[in-house]
């Protein structure tokens, strides 16, 4: 009876499928899984499957976007208490430090596709291009109002800056998990909060006070 009101669900058929399909993705990527493995992941019938994705394709990309929507509903929580724009990027920055201390290892579904499937597929490379473009802009945003609202030591361009910080991101996670270092990204990650904190503080005190490379001093 259990099942029955389970295979009666579309909602929550489709997101198990969604939720098995990121887990093998995660695990093996793209092209090593099947439609029979994520079938077997989610515990629902090649006809349930087809029922809501028309290929593999096409739950590959919804994968995707359902990665996408998962890590904004977390990184929302930086901005859900009023506070100055240097202290939510902090917070996010916060966050996820704290993606990097789960048991798990610290890997993002948008950069493992982007890299395994963007020369393969049009509809992949736009997907996770999209998700890309959302992380930065929610930077943007942040480093613009910031820069609106604090005196700032040097000028900088927002949306340079944002994709630097994507690229150090998701830079970070593709180093890490080949050497199967998380510290490494904490690591980065520091450096990152203190070139942004570089970016506000007066130029003077922060080359008496900071340890940053002189490149980012510079």
Not at 54 to 63: F, I, L, S, T
Request: charged fraction near 30%; include cysteine; charge should be neutral.
């Amino acid at each position: 009876m259990n099942e029955l009101r389970r295979v009666k669900n579309p909602e929550e058929t489709r997101r198990r499928i969604l939720e098995a399909t990121i887990r093998l993705l995660l695990r093996q990527g793209f092209n090593a899984t099947t439609v029979d493995q994520i079938c077997e992941e989610a515990r629902v019938t090649k006809g349930s499957f087809f029922h809501h994705f028309q290929n593999k394709d096409a739950v590959g990309v919804a994968a995707v976007r359902a990665w996408g929507a998962f890590g904004g509903a977390l990184y929302a929580n930086a901005w859900r208490d009023p506070s100055g724009p240097i202290e939510e990027i902090h917070r996010l920055i916060d966050i996820m430090v704290g993606f990097t201390e789960r048991e798990e290892p610290c890997v993002c579904v948008v950069g493992m596709m982007s890299q395994e499937m963007s020369r393969e597929s049009e509809a992949f490379r736009e997907a996770c291009a999209s998700e890309l473009d959302t992380w930065t802009e929610m930077m943007r945003t942040r480093l613009a109002k910031a820069k609106e609202e604090v005196p700032a030591a040097r000028d900088f361009d927002p949306k340079e800056v944002a994709w630097f910080l994507n690229s150090l991101w998701q830079g970070s996670m593709l180093v890490a998990k080949a050497r199967q270092d998380p510290e490494l990204i904490r690591a980065n990650l520091r450096l990152a909060r203190q070139y942004i904190d570089s970016l506000f503080a007066p130029a003077t005190q922060m080359r008496r006070g900071s340890s940053l490379p002189p490149l980012l001093l510079a």
